[in-house]
């Protein structure tokens, strides 16, 4: 599986914001996507996920109702729209993949760069 983030780029605080990540390489139907950020100076950590076969999303605590997660099966196309963004959401964000039945994700895109001007 091979994973291509895009969209990043700066925004004001408030502010909207949608990445996309292009997904290729293999049969994923049962893979489960995932979405996580690394900001300056932190560990990476875990933003949402998504089933890629039902839609089912579950997202981190500190971003729900700010941001959705979709997909776009036809478009083989993962989305991130982030809303009502904050300084503290600046960071890389990393698309990732992982199988079903795997612990981790073994397919990262490369990042994109979120910059939030306060």
């Known amino acids: 599986v091979q994973l291509q983030a895009s969209g990043g780029g700066l925004v004001q605080a408030g502010g909207s914001l949608r990445l996309s990540c292009a997904v290729s390489?293999?049969?994923?139907?049962?893979?489960?996507m995932g979405w996580f950020r690394q900001a300056p100076g932190k560990e990476r950590e875990f933003v949402g996920r998504?089933?890629?076969?039902?839609?089912?999303?579950y997202y981190a605590d500190f971003v729900k109702g700010r941001f959705t997660i979709s997909r776009d099966k036809a478009k083989n196309t993962l989305y991130l729209q982030m809303n009502s963004l904050k300084a503290e959401d600046t960071a890389v964000y990393y698309c990732?993949?992982?199988?079903?039945?795997?612990?981790?994700?073994?397919?990262w895109g490369q990042g994109t760069l979120v910059t939030v001007s306060s």
């Open positions: 990732a993949a992982r199988a079903g039945w795997a612990q981790e994700y073994d397919y």
């Open positions: 390489g293999r049969t994923f139907s049962n893979y489960i």
């Open positions: 998504i089933y890629w076969s039902s839609g089912t999303t």
